[in-house]
């Protein structure tokens, strides 16, 4: 047997909520991905049928609202969570204000993107740049639900989606709108093939349990690490990290 | 101010019958939405109230607006508007010419200020105003000094309210629709390339009846005849939802009427009456003859093409590159950067993924 004897301490990072929010928000991105697409290229699989006997492409576009209403909600409800959840998961993580968040989004694009150097990340949740990549996302998700609902919007006459009407005469008209909706499930598409797959690189070399943290919520951290991050929470914040 | 006559005054004159008459009224009152009342209020309007003074100018067009209009379904349509109304002045069907003509529009301006209507078909060249000149002045100046002391202003079709063709890339004139280049002035973007014939009369009817512009939507479209899809109203929508499409312009499906969203129909993004009022007297419109609608009534419609494909091909990458092709090609690039990743972190990282950095690792 191999094996090694290492302190670390397990840390709860993500709250059972983010976690939630996590999985309803992929599962919704799949289903928008997919009956977005077919809506973009339907396949005419019937023939010589009338019209009465079929709506599967109804159907398709119905799946796609649900979702739609879904993933919105989901979004609104992270977006809530930004500023009460605990601290990994507090809005100010994901905009890099602060001087130490861009010292660190260049410490990963050397030791993660670049590989020049070779050190732990000390961030116990996001590291400063897949934050960042997240709050781009975060906006991406603002987009496509000010299109999707936009275009919605003239086939509704519900409250919700004629919030966003104003956003079709904006950009000049449906054409324009839904031309960037399409363009947008492709952004989706690539970052889910990149987050998945970065996921993967950073169990596979640092063993934190990132994988399984968006599973049960902890994660382990170095010994080290961890009260090096808990004493800088306790003198730069106010309030107390809740650990 | 010398007496105007009504349009029934004029029109009964032409031998027309009060029944064919009051059926306008009726249809009007119908395409604009009144309430049962309507009708009521568009015949005492067209019977009492005085023609409006109209001056219609053609820029940079091809007067199909005209031409669509002249064919409208009722000939009360063509009538008013055209014979008897108004035009004071159109380039195309008065018949004066020269400095008769220019007096003509002039004349209007200084006898009716605040009352006449400005009809404005094309749209204004502003890269070089040359482009486009009458009488020796520019279009520009001719709208400016025409639109200072109007009523309202009714931007006919595609070119007067979003610039149309002549706009379309790379829009060498400069042309700009009516609505941004003047101000101040209320403005009517009665959007088709052509307009519908009876969209056309509703407008100036509405006008006429209520003495204001009709209610418009954030685009400055007529509310009452843009605010539905052509797919909304389209009879093949059927077709859609069931997933039943056309595939070429001689299959099966084309043959049974099926929906031609696959063949480029641009209806669910496009807002006109084409499937309630129809064209040519109710006879047809373009999806019922088995083509798909182009978007004719939507800003830059000819810069969204191809016609006869789903998705617009994308600026900069050449007429048959849809996002879904580049999409497709940057997919292929992640995977290549990723393999390229993944190769050099079992290299590069060789120490993390065995440990060997670590003092405590136990073989046994
Ligand atoms: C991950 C998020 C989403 C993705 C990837 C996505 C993808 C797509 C795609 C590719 C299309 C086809 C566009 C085309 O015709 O070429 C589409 C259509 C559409 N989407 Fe989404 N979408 C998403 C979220 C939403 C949301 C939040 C809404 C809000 C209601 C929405 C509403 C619509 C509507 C109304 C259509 C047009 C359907 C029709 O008229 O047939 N989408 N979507
Ligand atoms: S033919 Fe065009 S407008 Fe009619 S249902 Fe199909 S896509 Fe919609
Ligand atoms: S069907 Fe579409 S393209 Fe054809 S006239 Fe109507 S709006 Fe224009």
Redesign the pocket.
Known sequence: MKSRSVPLREVYVWELPVRIYHWINAL??LA??I???I??NPIAVMKGTEAYQNFWFGNV?FI??V???L??FNFVFRTYWGFVGNEYSRWYNFIPLKKSQWIEILEVIKVDVLQVKHKQIDSIGHNSLASFIYFITFLM?LL??L???G??AA?STSYL?QLFAWFVPFLGGDIAV??I??I??WA?ILFAIVHVYLVFYHDYIERRGITSSMIGGWKFIEEDVALRNDDSATSTSPKKGKK | MEKRPSYYQEVKGKGIARRDFLKFCTTMAAFLGLEANGAGQIANALQTKPRLPVIWFHFQECTCCSESFIRSSHPLVADIVLNKISLDYQETLMAASGFQAEEAYQAVMKKYPGQYIVMVEGSIPTENEAYCCIGGRSALQILEEAVANCMAVVAWGNCASSGCVQAASPNPTGAKPVHEVISGKPVVNVQGCPPIADVMAGVVVHLLTFGRIPQLDSLGRPKAFYSRRVHDTCYRRASFDAGLFVESFDDEGAKRGYCLYKMGCKG?VTYNSCGIIKWNDGVSYPIQSGHPCIGCSEKGFWDNGPFYQ??PSVAGFGIETTADKIGLGLGVLTAAGMAAHAITTNIRKHKEITNEPETNLKES
């Open positions: 919704c991105i928008l991905c009956t977005g697409y809506i973009g576009r796609h609202f979702a739609a209403f993933f919105f998700f496509q639900c299109t999707g609902f275009m919605y086939m989606p839904r031309q909706h399409h947008l499930m989706f | 669910p789903h998705l």
